[in-house]
């Protein structure tokens, strides 16, 4: 039998989570069991050379509008019939809606829409500032092109599931959970590579690294951050907060760490294709996010045995257990969130049982290899139902 072949729809493959998802199914997924096409809409350059690396082919729309729905579902269409897959699926807003555009016109390939935010939760609007009159045209745009392409759902955490039944009606037997997941091969780093980032950083061998790793934007709660770390700072003369990521906030986020008085301290080092190496050179991982879907940058630190800190909301407690895999917190106090990075400090015992209790943890379910069966299973389980129409 020749492996099921899928053609994915990606936004962008820039250095996002879901990006970073779909090079992980990629590569860990049989062969033997399932074969990929990957397009994408618009910026294909972070992430392209991984994927083609494992022999699968990238095609570039090179659509650089904003939500150019029709001009994407016109130039996939096209795609779809030449390739003649057996399954379509879809990543990010702007690609679902265009790939459930074109799977309509292609007649009946089964369609799988990857849900990787809770996006329609009052709250995601609420912190990303987002204009509700932008936000109800594309959420009809998102609910109509799904009542008409009948897609299958996969929500990467319980937390989405449950957001998308409460706000948008996904059929529950046409959805299922695929925990977002990590490949700890990828975050494989040196002794070299770590000591090349100690030097490029100008870092003191005492120095103590708190490392937080996303999108420099309102939802990653930088602003708590800082207070917190500048009253950490006070405490601890050798302490130093790495960002990697990049971001709208960028610059404002500079001058707060400037009007802090905290700026020496605070290391932005931009969009980073040595993670691993940036793991293993921390000592703790700071993670308050307000809201995420599955928090892949989270469960990356916990595979490098890093002892963790993390909001105390709905989807970080499918990861974390308080006290044993990491410490959560109110990310609206940064008195709370200072504590904890000072008790991590000064509890060495601590921070080495946190770090082995969160690398047992995501062996057990949010390791690649894991979750690849579970895609594998899921592909074969559409194509089973679709042959029997």
Same mark, same amino acid.
């Given at each position: 039998m020749p492996p099921i072949k899928v053609l994915h729809l990606i936004s962008t493959l820039s250095s996002g989570g879901a990006e970073r998802q779909l090079v992980n199914l990629v590569n860990s997924t049989s062969k033997e069991i399932v074969g990929y096409i990957v397009c994408v809409i618009g910026e294909? $350059?972070? /992430?392209?050379?991984?994927i083609r690396e494992v022999g699968c082919k990238v095609i570039e729309l090179g659509i650089s509008? %904003?939500? @150019? /729905?029709?001009? &994407?579902? +016109?130039k996939f269409r096209n795609i779809v019939r030449e390739e003649k897959p057996d399954i379509i699926h879809s990543w990010l807003y702007d690609a679902n809606v265009s790939a459930r555009l074109?799977?309509?016109?292609?007649?009946?390939? @089964?369609?799988?829409? +990857?849900?990787?935010?809770?996006? $329609?939760? @009052?709250?995601?609007? =609420?912190?990303?500032?987002?204009?509700?009159?932008?936000?109800?045209?594309l959420r009809m745009i998102d609910k109509f092109t799904s009542i008409v392409a009948k897609p299958y759902f996969v929500p990467c955490s319980e937390f989405v599931k449950n957001s998308y039944q409460r706000h948008y009606g996904i059929d529950e037997n046409k959805t299922q959970v695929i925990y977002n997941s990590v490949d700890p091969n990828l975050l494989t780093a040196s002794a070299d590579d770590v000591q090349k980032i100690h030097e490029e950083l100008a870092l003191s061998s005492d120095s103590f690294i708190y490392l937080n790793v996303g999108r420099l934007d309102p939802q990653k709660n930088h602003k708590v951050l800082? !207070?917190?770390? =500048?009253?950490? +700072?006070? !405490?601890? @003369?050798?302490a130093f907060l790495l960002l990697a990521g990049i971001g709208g906030l960028e610059? !404002?986020? %500079? %001058?707060l760490a400037e009007d802090l008085g905290i700026r020496e301290k605070v290391l932005f080092l931009g969009r980073r294709n040595d993670i691993g190496a940036l793991l293993v050179l921390a000592d703790v991982f700071v993670f308050p996010s307000f809201f995420e879907g599955l928090p892949v940058a989270l469960v990356e630190a916990m595979f490098k045995s890093l002892p963790c800190i993390a909001s105390r909301v709905e989807v970080f407690e499918e990861v974390i257990a308080d006290g044993e895999t990491g410490l959560l917190i109110n990310p609206t106090s940064p008195v709370e969130l200072r504590?904890?990075?000072? !008790?991590? $400090? %000064?509890? =060495?015992d601590l921070r080495k049982s946190l770090g082995e209790n969160a690398l047992t943890r995501v062996e057990k379910t949010f390791h690649a290899s894991i979750t &690849?069966?579970?895609?594998?299973?899921? $592909?074969k389980k559409i194509i089973a139902e679709n042959k029997s129409k």
């Open positions: 294909p $350059y972070f /992430f392209a050379p991984n509008a %904003k939500h @150019p /729905f029709l001009e &994407a579902a +016109s074109a799977a309509v016109l292609n007649g009946k390939i @089964p369609i799988v829409t +990857s849900l990787q935010l809770a996006d $329609y939760e @009052p709250e995601a609007g =609420r912190i990303g500032n987002w204009n509700p009159h932008k936000v109800r045209v800082f !207070e917190a770390f =500048r009253q950490v +700072s006070a !405490e601890v @003369p050798n610059n !404002e986020l %500079k %001058k504590d904890a990075m000072i !008790e991590l $400090y %000064k509890n =060495r &690849a069966r579970q895609w594998e299973n899921f $592909y």
